[in-house]
């Protein structure tokens, strides 16, 4: 069974420009959920899709939005790049997104913003 | 504030020796999770703890929720190399059926041979 792939996995992006990343969960599941990784900040819950709608969503300012298609592969963008949006872009998949639903995370996007 | 705090940060421990790492969280959750990176890598889910008292148990990791004491914590039992990595734990602070994962900073694990 093929895990969660990411794609690109590394980006390079000035600063206001914008990008997509995306995210092909793992067959049958309908969950997707992103985070960011940086070293000042950690690890930071992003949002979540379910179904095709924003289920659930973090604290990032409007610049960063998301969507989920119908086969469950999810897309995150980032608008008005800024330095501080370098990150590691990590999504995961569940089967529902249930609290007792585990995890499977892709190998990550690496962005760097210059 | 939300908050969750791990401790300690950095851990050297020599292989045979057992450890525990503490997860403390500001607010109140019955659903708490731990995870495992491996330098240069993505996250591994370890596991899933959603009520008090409850205890998971994965070789040589066992981890156990405190829920009044807002505490959780991941024991290490006879450590070996292949345990170095950074655990994350991480608290689900939602209210209403809605999501709010924090993560805590992360424990960097090393097993010295």
């Known amino acids: 069974k093929a895990g969660v792939t990411q794609t690109p996995r590394y980006l390079i992006k000035t600063r206001g420009q914008q990008v997509t990343l995306s995210c092909s969960p793992i067959?049958?599941?309908?969950?997707v959920s992103w985070y960011q990784q940086t070293p000042g900040q950690g690890l930071q819950f992003l949002f979540e899709y379910f179904s095709e709608t924003q289920r659930n969503k973090g604290n990032f300012p409007g610049r960063f939005s998301g969507r989920q298609f119908s086969n469950s592969r999810s897309e995150m963008n980032v608008s008005t790049l800024e330095l501080g949006d370098s990150a590691l872009y990590l999504c995961?998949?569940?089967?529902?997104?249930?609290?007792?639903?585990?995890?499977?995370f892709g190998p990550g996007t690496r962005l760097t913003v210059l | 504030e939300l908050k969750v705090e791990q401790n300690p940060l950095f851990l050297s421990m020599q292989e045979g020796k057992n450890y525990t790492i503490y997860c403390n969280y500001s607010t109140t959750s019955d659903r708490l999770y731990w995870y495992r990176q491996d330098p240069g890598k993505s996250l591994e889910s370890l596991f899933v703890l959603l009520s008090n008292g409850a205890v998971k148990q994965e070789g040589r990791l066992m981890a156990s929720l405190d829920t009044k004491a807002r505490l959780s914590t991941l024991h290490i039992t006879a450590a070996v190399h292949d345990l170095s990595a950074t655990y994350f734990c991480a608290v689900d602070m939602g209210v209403r059926g809605t999501y709010k994962y924090i993560f805590g900073t992360g424990t960097r694990l090393k097993v010295l041979a």
């Open positions: 995961a998949s569940s089967l529902s997104g249930h609290p007792t639903d585990t995890q499977y």
């Open positions: 067959s049958g599941h309908r969950s």
